[in-house]
């Protein structure tokens, strides 16, 4: 019995340090039926900051594909000799070190990690709002957000976005996710909620 106890535990400890990115991305309500503790995340980020959970996952599946270990690839020297990577981006929200130290600084959460589910989505809250008070953007409106997500709030005020053809591509596409994730989890949502504390 006490093997079987001690097993448990290990799991359990195994399962909180992170998740697999999840076999399909495109259906919100089965992301966060394989992930219930995202669910939880999610809702406390909405409660927190007003950005809605299809927008947060939305922005994860473009950032990292909800890989927490994602990193932008290295540059290859020769083709072939791995170099240094193009920036410090990481984790599932692909916040730079800077933006991170930023976010901790600001929120009190000294001990918020990029590669934890629920800081990542907390961080995406957080900056959402900074992206209200400094450009003037909507909760409401994903592709804005990312535009100022990716750009940054100089570039984004600066209109810098209109030059990159791919990136205006990008924040169509999360715009377009976070409207089906929304609309995915209006239908699912009493499931998810069975058996969460929604307080909590």
Known sequence: MRHVLTLLV??????ACGHRPPDQ????????EDNRSWW??????ERRWGISPGVQL?????ESSFNAHARPARRRLLGFIPGSRPSSAYG???????????????????????????DAVDFIGWYSMQSRNLSSISLDDPRSLYLAY???HGGFNRRSYNSKSWLLR????????????????????NRLDRGWIPFL
């Open 10 to 15: 290990f799991g359990l400890a195994l399962s």
């Open 170 to 189: 990008a924040a169509s596409q999360v715009e377009s996710d976070a409207r089906n994730y929304d609309a995915q989890i209006s239908r699912c949502r």
């Open 58 to 62: 939305a922005i994860l599946k473009r």
């Open 92 to 118: 599932y929200a692909q916040a730079l070190d800077s933006t991170w130290d930023w976010y901790r600084n600001e929120t009190g959460r000294g001990g918020a990690d990029r590669d934890d589910f629920g």
């Open 40 to 45: 939880r995340e999610v809702q406390r980020t």
């Open 150 to 152: 990716h750009e940054g």
């Open 25 to 32: 991305v495109e259906n919100a309500c089965l992301i966060l």
